[in-house]
């Protein structure tokens, strides 16, 4: 059994900055990917950043130049630094990694966090 729990979402102004985190926790061999998804309202659910094991990031071009991804292997945490935030920014974030775990085999699986509101306004 794996959970992704997020926090760090919120209300912010135009042009400031939040950090979201997500930790994973159950029994966990290894994570490859994670990534940052968003939701905004009457849209589909896209691509923000995603970030590697060893550390490599790609970001939607929405967000680079502004979003950070980062992650802590020892915590299996995933960050997102997000700055100069602007109302089009407002939306559900959502953790997701596929972890690999061991049942009677070792497993890939897919697991989302629960989501966590980003709300960007004056």
């Known amino acids: 059994q794996v959970q992704l729990v997020e926090s760090g979402g919120g209300l912010v102004q135009p042009g400031g900055s939040l950090r979201l985190s997500c930790a994973a926790s159950?029994?966990?061999?290894?994570?490859?990917?994670m990534d940052w998804f968003r939701q905004a309202p009457g849209k589909e659910r896209e691509l923000v950043a995603s970030?590697?094991?060893?550390?490599?990031?790609n970001y939607a071009d929405s967000v680079k130049g502004r979003f950070t991804i980062s992650r802590d292997n020892a915590k299996n945490t995933v960050y997102l630094q997000m700055n100069g935030l602007r109302p089009e920014d407002t939306a559900v974030y959502y953790c997701?990694?596929?972890?690999?775990?061991?049942?009677?085999?070792?497993?890939?699986?897919?697991?989302w966090g629960q989501g966590t509101l980003v709300t960007v306004s004056s």
């Open positions: 159950g029994s966990i061999v290894s994570i490859n990917a």
């Open positions: 997701h990694a596929r972890p690999l775990v061991r049942d009677t085999t070792f497993k890939w699986l897919e697991v």
């Open positions: 970030i590697t094991s060893g550390g490599s990031a």
